[in-house]
T-cell receptor, first 111, second 114 residues
């Protein structure tokens, strides 16, 4: 069965640095891959989507890459701020219907 | 739009009791998903509906769990009888057919079974 792995449970970085989060999947490549942000006590919120044929997607300080050879997506937050502290979840889409999530990486940005 | 609305936000019950969680998806959305989130297992897909029809319920833990969607604006997730291991946050999410899959989540229902 398909597995979704996010690099670590927690990532601590200093304000101003770039945070890099990893999402690895097994077996066949998804048509799309989404990233969500979840704050404590709240539901996940959609951030970015990248398609199978796209190498990179940017939105303000966020950048997502998609490497179908490595079966990996990287999520970068540049010039990180304490307000970026949250849990980030990746969700590959295979048939555009069944949506499953990785376990998430909890990011803490220290001032 | 008010977004996906879930109720109750918090529920504390005793083992053996019936629990009903409710969800109102965003108007016009064709898909509705129920997820369960725990520290140990993360966000697990339980079941999803398309146009009120259950499509995949392979994530439903056991027969104690059931979900219905009687119309496009309402869904329920029922646990009967509840057990302490059912304690979790249950999320409902919806999306529109034809979009690239962006899910809109509710704020969740935190269930504690004593």
């Amino acid at each position: 069965s398909q597995k979704i792995e996010q690099n670590s449970e927690a990532l601590n970085i200093q304000e101003g640095k770039t945070a890099t989060l990893t999402c690895n999947y097994t077996n066949y490549s998804p048509a799309y891959l989404q990233w969500y942000r979840q704050d404590p006590g709240r539901g996940p919120v959609f951030l970015l989507l990248i398609r199978e044929n796209e190498k990179e997607k940017r939105k303000e300080r966020l950048k997502v890459t998609f490497d179908t050879t490595l079966k990996q997506s990287l999520f970068h937050i540049t010039a990180s701020q304490p307000a970026d502290s949250a849990t980030y979840l990746c969700a590959p889409l295979y048939n555009n219907n069944d949506m499953r999530f990785g376990a998430g990486t909890r990011l803490t940005v220290k001032p | 739009d008010a977004g996906v609305i879930q109720s109750p936000r918090h529920e504390v019950t005793e083992m053996g009791q019936e629990v009903t969680l409710r969800c109102k998806p965003i108007s016009g959305h064709d898909y509705l998903f129920w997820y369960r989130q725990t520290m140990m297992r993360g966000l697990e897909l339980l079941i999803y509906f398309n146009n009120n029809v259950p499509i995949d319920d392979s994530g439903m833990p056991e027969d104690r769990f059931s979900a219905k969607m009687p119309n496009a604006s309402f869904s329920t997730l029922k646990i009967q009888p509840s057990e302490p291991r059912d304690s979790a946050v249950y999320f409902c999410a919806s999306r529109r057919q034809g979009d690239t899959g962006e899910l809109f989540f509710g704020e969740g229902s935190r269930l504690t079974v004593l």
